[in-house]
């Protein structure tokens, strides 16, 4: 499936939706089991490894993650302990062709419920605790550049520019997309 076919979007740095907190889920109905299908085929055409509902304009708690282990779909998920430090390269399907250094814990506790409403816990470490936590900050409304250095930021700041002004980028991927 191609990422058109899905009918949904990605969402671009510049657009003010990625920027709002989202609201948790209070009742989970088969609309949002169809919207997290959605956004999981939707992740794998555009090769990415985690999406987030900021990402495709939806303000809700909502997310996939797949590191190639399998596939977590994602309601309400919340980071109960973090432990040790690590730090990663990571890309963002909202930040065509940047990537940022970040430092994160290594270890993470995850609950969440899944799509069902059944409590969900996750250990998660290195790649995979990476990638939920960058998700969690998607759904508080933050950027892979709100963790850049001031050198970082000022390397990358003109790319920003063009991205924010053309809504979109053609630059290939360079590190995790999440
Ligand atoms: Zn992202």
């Given at each position: 499936?191609?990422?058109?076919?899905?009918?949904?979007?990605?969402?671009?740095?510049?657009?003010?939706?990625?920027?709002?907190?989202?609201?948790?889920?209070?009742?989970?109905?088969?609309?949002?089991?169809?919207?997290?299908?959605?956004?999981?085929q939707?992740?794998?055409?555009?090769?990415?490894?985690?999406?987030?509902?900021?990402q495709?304009?939806?303000?809700?708690?909502?997310a996939?993650?797949?590191?190639?282990?399998?596939?977590?779909?994602?309601?309400?998920?919340?980071?109960?302990?973090?432990?040790?430090?690590?730090?990663?390269?990571?890309?963002?399907?909202?930040?065509?062709?940047?990537?940022v250094?970040?430092?994160?814990a290594?270890?993470?506790?995850?609950?969440?419920?899944?799509?069902?409403?059944?409590?969900?816990?996750?250990?998660?470490?290195?790649?995979?605790?990476?990638?939920?936590?960058h998700?969690?900050?998607h759904?508080?409304?933050?950027?892979?550049?709100?963790?850049?250095?001031?050198?970082?930021?000022?390397?990358?700041?003109?790319?920003?520019?063009?991205?924010?002004?053309?809504?979109?980028?053609?630059?290939?991927?360079?590190?995790?997309?999440?």
């Amino acid at each position: 499936m191609s990422i058109s076919e899905t009918g949904l979007k990605i969402k671009i740095l510049g657009d003010t939706v990625l920027r709002r907190r989202v609201k948790p889920v209070a009742k989970i109905t088969g609309r949002h089991r169809d919207t997290l299908s959605k956004m999981a085929q939707l992740m794998y055409a555009a090769k990415g490894i985690g999406l987030a509902a900021s990402q495709i304009g939806l303000s809700e708690s909502l997310a996939v993650i797949d590191i190639g282990n399998g596939l977590y779909k994602l309601i309400n998920p919340k980071i109960i302990k973090g432990q040790g430090r690590q730090a990663m390269e990571e890309g963002c399907l909202s930040v065509p062709g940047i990537s940022v250094k970040i430092r994160r814990a290594k270890k993470i506790l995850v609950e969440a419920q899944d799509e069902n409403g059944k409590p969900l816990r996750v250990e998660a470490e290195g790649l995979l605790a990476c990638v939920f936590q960058h998700e969690i900050d998607h759904l508080n409304g933050k950027l892979i550049i709100d963790h850049a250095t001031l050198r970082q930021k000022l390397k990358i700041r003109k790319k920003l520019q063009a991205i924010k002004k053309a809504g979109t980028a053609d630059d290939k991927p360079i590190a995790n997309l999440v």
